[in-house]
């Protein structure tokens, strides 16, 4: 089919995910099919900011028709932030339409989706924007309570891990402290957590204060390992969400962590430069070491091995449905729908695709992509608390479990009692 009803753009931006290449591939079989063109733009708005056309491909049937099966992504993908500075929105306008770009498909997280949305508006409805969210984080508040597409591969590949380090945590009579990615919130590791059973799993949405403190965190951990020892086990695993780092004094953190605090394009901290998992090892093993102990603690962190994985059916099947839709979205009449004439999130809703208004996900006390928590008053939460192994305030009130767990750190009843007083 001749490809000469337009050019339809499609780039990559923030970290990867699972199923990236299946949208990719989807969206240019079906551009062709429409009898459209289908150009890859690679590295996300990098290039686009400076002016430069030449990190493009042309992308035919034959180039995508095998690759929804494999991890990464084809474009590459960037943190570019197009929106930094007035001048460089500019440029990436100008930049597409020399490229003579009028549909716009744009595959990423929060940040890529503010970045869409905002060149949707800028080029006043000369390019139209279809945003398909992706985040193995899981934080976008999609309509029908849907996953952002990678989560489901991310959480089955990380259970798989978490597993194989809960066993030989059970051989070796030791613990494990685990970091799983979650910018902001817990989504991610309280799914691992959940999904593969480990003793503990610590979210930011657990702590309803704006800052907490690093001894806050380590109480609950170290509270763990000594209810778990009552019952005869020496071993576990944590799972902790790396949002919590955000929310712990950033000057606590500095001095503690011994680095300074780094941020990218977007302004957000790099959390994957920060070694939380180190941090709270050294923190509980200096512990257990002022009342003699040697406690072995190993730590670790999960989230790059994840976001490459090729995706696992779910999220093939539904990340080809997002790209089609991506597709039927540019190609369906604007007058349609005034709030998404110029652009729009394209999501899947009972089966079906619904274009979602970019200004319906903004969070309006920020400008900014909304962002979905943990909801810790939910069913699917509460499972999860039940089964994992932490102090809890009735443990402190039944006096031989008080007395048995201020054995176990060689301290007197009333002394654990309080300083290990839950506060949530």
Not at 13 to 26: C, F, R
Not at 48 to 60: E, F, R
Not at 168 to 178: A, E, G, K, L, P
Not at 333 to 342: G, K, L, V
Request: charged share 25%; proline share 4%; with cysteine.
């Amino acid at each position: 089919m001749a490809n000469n009803n337009g050019r339809i753009g499609i780039l990559v931006g923030g970290g990867p995910a699972p199923g990236i290449n299946s949208v990719i591939s989807a969206a240019v079989i079906e551009a062709i099919n429409s009898g459209y063109a289908a150009i890859g733009i690679k590295n996300g708005y990098e290039y686009l900011v400076k002016g430069d056309t030449s990190q493009t491909v042309n992308l035919a049937i034959e180039d995508v028709t095998y690759i929804h099966t494999q991890g990464g992504s084809i474009l590459h993908t960037s943190r570019t932030n197009p929106t930094k500075r007035k001048e460089d929105l500019e440029t990436c306008i100008a930049t597409l339409k020399k490229l003579d770009i009028s549909h716009l498909i744009t595959i990423g997280g929060d940040d890529t989706s503010y970045g869409a949305s905002e060149i949707a508006r800028a080029a006043g409805g000369a390019i139209r924007v279809a945003h398909v969210p992706k985040t193995i984080d899981n934080d976008l508040p999609l309509p029908g309570d849907m996953p952002t597409f990678g989560y489901e591969t991310a959480r089955h590949v990380g259970a798989g891990i978490v597993m194989n380090l809960k066993e030989d945590s059970r051989t070796t009579n030791r613990w494990y402290f685990i970091v799983a990615m979650g910018r902001h919130a817990g989504h991610l590791a309280l799914g691992i957590g959940k999904a593969s059973v480990s003793t503990i799993t610590l979210i930011p949405e657990e702590f309803p204060q704006s800052t907490i403190s690093l001894s806050e965190v380590c109480d609950v951990l170290e509270g763990a390992i000594l209810k778990r020892r009552i019952s005869g086990r020496p071993d576990g695993v944590a799972i902790i969400a790396e949002g919590i780092t955000s929310k712990l004094n950033m000057d606590d953190l500095r001095a503690i962590s011994g680095v300074e605090i780094p941020r990218d394009e977007y302004g957000n901290i790099r959390l994957a430069d920060l070694p939380l998992a180190r941090i709270l090892r050294e923190e509980v093993e200096r512990r257990f070491r002022e009342r003699g102990e040697v406690m072995g603690i190993v730590d670790g962190t999960l989230g790059y091995e994840l976001r490459s994985a090729p995706p696992i059916p779910f999220d093939i099947d539904y990340t080809r449905t997002l790209g089609h839709g991506a597709v039927n979205f540019l190609l369906s009449d604007p007058e349609d729908n005034p709030d998404t004439a110029q652009g729009a999130m394209i999501c899947i809703v009972d089966g079906e695709r619904k274009a979602v208004a970019f200004e319906d996900m903004r969070d309006p006390a920020t400008g900014k992509t909304s962002i979905r928590l943990v909801d810790t008053k939910s069913l699917y939460y509460d499972v999860a608390r039940r089964y994992m192994i932490r102090l809890e305030q009735s443990d402190l009130e039944d006096d031989e479990t008080l007395a048995k767990l201020a054995d176990s750190a060689s301290m007197q009843p009333d002394a654990f009692k309080r300083r290990f007083a839950v506060k949530s």
